[in-house]
């Protein structure tokens, strides 16, 4: 046999080879960056009658986007709202109708208009729930918001931003068993897939404890006057979680598990990696009024 002259190229060659084969000898890996979500309260958001502020809300909403985004201003030139939406968007808000505990139509009302000084035309913005799929907006959409109040539910353990788009499927039924854990799986339709630039997790009078289908007592809610947003909907129903199992266990001294528990929060992060579910690799921003945050 011809014995073959190895030259320095060959020799580079083989060692670039050896390393996309086998990897480097030690790690290189760069420091994974933890996912954002931002808290913020304010004590006067609920009046002492237990209506809303629309100002107060649209400050809230303005100062959690700025910070999300690490943006000075959120107005219209130069602001957050304007790099997440552009005036060519097709814009679907998706509210929550449940009766005792809707998304309340102030939040609605600052959220259009956010979106509209950011270009979007009103006839290109749609809100609604259950009849989306039948909805000309949110059939044609390139942006959704996703908000609705976080609640304990019958089926999910808890009602949250994942919870929110079960309305996307036909039979929503279809993701009930094992404690819905199979949610994250609407994520990846093609009607919402990639499509959603901000979820918001309403914490004004969250429901904390409830047994049964249908099921409210306000006994069983509180006035936290928080809100919690963020672009990964799985770190930020992990906080609104933890904070409801904090209020649980506060108020009834013990540790009372969730049934049944909220296995698809986890489960859209291992399974479907939809987002972080671990509450060590969320950056968790709070802002203004934090007495009795319990986080």
């Known amino acids: 046999m011809r014995r073959k002259i ?3 190229r060959d020799f580079f060659k083989a060692g670039v080879a050896l390393t996309v084969t086998m990897g480097f000898p030690f790690e290189l890996k760069a420091e994974r960056k933890k996912t954002r979500a931002v808290l913020i309260r304010d004590p006067d ?51 929550n109708v449940w009766g005792p505990l809707p998304t309340p139509r102030e939040v609605e009302d600052v959220l259009k208009s956010r979106i509209m000084d950011a270009g979007v035309p009103e006839g290109n913005i749609g ?31 808890v009602g949250g931003c994942i919870k929110n788009y079960i309305m996307f499927t036909p039979w929503p039924p279809f993701y009930h068993p094992d404690s819905c854990a ?11 897939k990639d499509k959603t630039r901000l979820n918001i997790l309403l ?21 936290y006057k928080g809100i919690l947003i963020g672009t990964d909907p799985v770190s ?38 939809l987002g972080t579910s671990n509450l060590r690799e969320i950056e968790l921003l709070k802002l203004g009024w934090m007495e009795d945050a319990l986080i």
Do not use: C
């Open 236 to 273: 930020v129903d992990a906080v609104g979680l933890r904070i409801l199992e904090l209020k649980r266990l506060s108020y009834f001294g013990k540790e009372i598990p969730l049934k049944p528990p909220a296995k698809h929060i986890f489960v859209a992060d291992v399974k479907y990696k």
């Open 182 to 192: 199979d949610l994250g799986a609407i994520w990846k339709l093609p009607i919402v």
């Open 127 to 157: 809100i609604d729930d259950r009849g989306v799929l039948k909805n000309r907006i949110f059939l044609t959409s390139t942006a959704l918001v996703n908000v609705r109040p976080l609640r304990t539910h019958h089926w999910a353990g």
């Open 6 to 8: 190895i030259t320095r």
């Open 45 to 95: 958001v609920i009046d002492r009658r237990g209506r809303l502020n629309a100002r107060i809300i649209q400050q809230m909403l303005d100062k959690a986007i700025t910070a999300l985004f690490d943006k000075e201003d959120p107005m219209i030139e130069s602001g957050v709202w304007r790099l997440l939406f552009k005036p060519s968007d097709t814009v679907g808000i998706k509210s």
């Open 203 to 223: 914490l004004l009078t969250p429901l904390f404890h409830g047994i049964g289908p249908h099921h409210f007592d306000t006994t069983y809610t509180w006035q």
